[in-house]
């Protein structure tokens, strides 16, 4: 089944680190771009982080620039987000998702995973 | 970066009647390439978003005709049909023209 599992979320103090982790299935996944995504509790969308498919080309949004390292091994099917000096204001479900039907919107993000907890709090 | 304005923040409505939400950006989406990447997102509650519409007016696949969007520049509309019960969530529109990708803020769907 074509899909995209996040882990990796939990608890951490303010100024903390936690490595996010998203692993893909049954599709090509070294042929698409991927992005991070958050949701804070009752709250709208947030992009964070965007890696092209070969890992050469990537962008973060200003609030989590420095912070935040987005990474991926084509090889294990696998994105992952290191998330360092963590603020409570990263508290968020955490989404990966990807373009990958086709539909020439490289930003059309027509699979997400399920998401992962991430709550900062002291 | 590009804001994205959507109104109404909430509409109510009755089965079977049409719905409509207001995608506004702070400037064009219009690409370099031609291309106006706006794109349309169904949250259910509990789940992650769903893509219903692509470049401003393409339905994806799988989604119900009662969908269609709309617009040019920096005007963009979702427009339902005739809406289900199965519709309720929160829609959101969003840009892939450039880097930061954002969202619009949201607008609840909810029966009356």
């Known amino acids: 089944q074509v899909q995209l599992v996040e882990s990796g979320g939990g608890l951490v103090e303010p100024g903390g680190s936690l490595r996010l982790s998203c692993t893909a299935s049954?599709?090509?996944?070294?042929?698409?771009?991927m992005s991070w995504i958050r949701q804070g509790p009752g709250k709208g969308l947030q992009w964070v982080s965007y890696?092209?498919?070969?890992?050469?080309?990537?962008v973060y949004a200003d609030s989590v620039k420095g912070r935040f390292t987005i990474s991926r091994d084509n090889a294990k099917n696998s994105l992952y987000l290191q998330m360092s000096s963590l603020k409570v204001e990263d508290t968020a479900i955490y989404y990966c998702?990807?373009?990958?039907?086709?539909?020439?919107?490289?930003?059309?993000?027509?699979?997400w995973g399920q998401g992962t907890m991430v709550t900062v709090s002291s | 970066d590009i804001v994205m304005t959507q109104t109404p923040l909430s509409s109510p409505v009755t089965l079977g009647q049409p719905a409509s939400i207001s995608c506004r950006s702070s400037?064009?989406?219009?690409?370099?390439?031609?291309?106006?990447?706006l794109s349309w997102l169904q949250q259910r509650p509990g789940q992650p978003p769903r893509l219903l519409i692509y470049?401003?007016?393409n339905r994806f696949s799988g989604v119900p005709d009662r969908f269609s969007g709309s617009g040019a520049g920096t005007g963009f509309t979702l427009k339902i049909s005739r809406v289900e019960a199965e519709d309720v969530g929160v829609y959101y529109c969003?840009?892939?023209?450039?880097?930061?990708?954002?969202f619009g803020g949201g607008t609840k769907l909810e029966i009356k």
């Open positions: 969003m840009q892939g023209t450039e880097f930061p990708l954002t």
């Open positions: 470049k401003v007016s």
């Open positions: 400037q064009s989406l219009v690409h370099s390439d031609g291309n106006t990447y």
């Open positions: 890696i092209s498919s070969g890992g050469d080309i990537i």
């Open positions: 049954e599709f090509t996944f070294s042929a698409h771009y």
């Open positions: 998702a990807s373009q990958i039907a086709g539909t020439s919107d490289p930003h059309a993000f027509d699979l």
